[in-house]
């Protein structure tokens, strides 16, 4: 402590610091928060303000062998942030907040430099201004940083147009025991390796703690159009993505819905402001299922968004309806694809209202080979449901899923489980006991004997 009273490095040892960043966004870390307690909090919080600040901080910790977490927007969902009970040093929470300034932009080669603090929001709107975008969406895009996207590797909705973190990364500065770790040379392309940026994506805050980052950017898009199309049902609305992608067509996202996430979506439909807008309703209900013949039941919808030149975006809107017809696929309006997309951003704050209404609810996702979609969501409902019964919830769970990103080999798929924990002694023990058995059917479902690989159903 006399290291940091010398050091002009704010710091705090108030207790709801601590706890504000004891804990990310798991479901056990959310229900912890309010319903029981942690074993362990942070000792103390530090808040640096520069790169120079992190080199001070880790070099005394290094000294006085204490524990460093670093802390970006608080939203992981890896359990990175918690404690280890049996921790016996003294922990510090490293609070990368007050790191939340851009650098510098260069319009010319199309770059910008910014401290790892930024949250991306802030960092869209300040690019903004610029006329220049990053274009990277995670769905904790509200409050998750930029440190925190390259620590964990992220993906964002938008993928297809600007790329995962690792396609957006120009240049990164991590300070770990042992000094600053950067690549010395700025070049759009090295071929000497190994590449030291993969020894920092992903990281998680295990091997140091990320300052600043240099990004791609573009200019931002001159046309953004959503779209949405309903399927009869889900087998092909994954034969509709699979032929897109092979087709190599890039809307900037393109998710596919199943029934129960259809309709948990319109349900939460804003209450109609016209008078006319029932009966509108009432009449594309009467197509959809009398004339065009799908059951409610089994509907399923793709969410499509759209980004980038005028032209392109037509041309690109153009193709991807065709295919849709060729799989039975029926225009569903601008409206549904941007309160689809936008869903995207509310399931966090339904999950932790739940609570109030004893629904416990998580998301965990896994990436599969196209031909292995279809088999790998029924068994996991069906391992849901079965689990779910055999560890005494009463009430029937909800067990949903969504093709969230599609790449030329496979896809990328989020699961959503919720039940009502009434009568259930330890629902926190209860879901990571089904959890446990989805990873099981995972592997089981998804490992070939003549494949040398072996697939794993990771939880977000």
């Known amino acids: 402590m006399a290291d940091l009273r010398t050091s002009g490095i704010i710091h705090s040892i108030d207790g709801q610091d601590r706890l504000f960043r004891a804990h990310g966004h798991t479901m056990r870390e959310i229900f912890t928060l309010r319903e029981g307690s942690f074993e362990r909090i942070p000792d103390v919080v530090v808040w640096p303000r520069c790169h120079d600040d992190v080199v001070f901080l880790v070099e005394v910790a290094n000294r006085h062998n204490v524990v460093i977490i670093p802390f970006g927007g608080g939203t992981s969902v890896s359990g ?99 000094g600053t770790l950067e690549r010395g040379c700025r070049g759009p392309r090295i071929s000497g390796g190994p590449d030291v940026h993969h020894l920092v994506l992903g990281s998680e805050g295990t091997l140091g703690v990320v300052t600043e980052v240099t990004l791609k950017v573009r200019p931002l898009p001159e046309c953004r159009k959503y779209g949405s199309i309903v399927f009869g049902s889900f087998e092909p609305g994954v034969a509709f993505l699979r032929e897109v992608s092979r087709q190599q067509i890039r809307p900037a996202s393109i998710r596919l819905m199943d029934n129960e996430q259809f ?44 980004e980038g030149p005028q032209q392109e975006v037509e041309m690109q809107e153009k193709k991807v309806y065709e295919i849709a017809a060729k799989f039975g696929g029926v225009a569903a309006g601008e409206e549904n694809g941007m309160r689809g997309y936008m869903l995207t951003f509310v399931i966090a704050y339904i999950r932790d209202l739940g609570l ?6 998580e998301s965990f ?30 009430l029937p769970p909800l067990a949903s899923c969504r093709v969230t990103q599609s790449y030329d080999a496979g896809a990328c798929i989020y699961f959503y489980l919720a039940f009502n924990y009434t009568g259930v002694p330890d629902p926190v023990h209860t879901y990571e006991a089904i959890e446990a058995a989805l990873r099981m059917c995972s592997t089981r479902s998804l490992v070939q004997e003549e494949s040398p690989f072996h697939p794993w159903l990771l939880v977000v």
């Not at 979506?265 to 209450?271: D, V």
């Not at 594309?284 to 039941?297: A, C, L």
């Not at 109030?356 to 609810?361: E, G, H, I, K, Q």
């Not at 969501?377 to 005494?392: F, I, P, Q, T």
Request: charged residues 25%; aromatic residues 8%; negative net charge.
């Open 80 to 178: 990175a942030l918690e404690c280890p009970s049996e921790e016996t040093r003294s922990i510090v929470s490293l609070d990368t907040s007050q790191m939340n300034r851009i650098l510098w932009v260069d319009k010319v080669n199309l770059t910008a430099h910014m401290e790892a603090g930024i949250i991306g929001q802030d960092l869209e709107r300040e690019l903004a201004a610029f006329g220049l975008c990053v274009g990277h969406e995670p769905d904790s895009y509200e409050f998750s940083s930029l440190g925190g996207w390259v620590a964990t590797r992220a993906s964002g909705m938008k993928k297809n147009v600007y790329g995962n973190i690792e396609d957006l990364l120009v240049h990164v500065r991590m300070v770990t025991p042992l």
């Open 365 to 394: 996702e896994t990436s599969v080979p196209w031909d292995r979609v279809v088999d790998l969501c029924k068994n996991v409902k069906d391992v849901l449901n079965k689990e779910s019964r055999a560890r005494g919830v009463s």
């Open 356 to 361: 109030d209404f004893n629904v416990v609810a």
């Open 263 to 306: 309709i948990f979506g319109q349900a939460l439909k804003p209450e109609a402001k016209s008078l006319l807008a029932p009966l509108w309703d009432s009449l594309k209900r009467f197509y959809i299922t009398r004339i065009i013949g799908f059951q409610i039941d089994k509907m399923c919808v793709t969410t499509l968004l759209f």
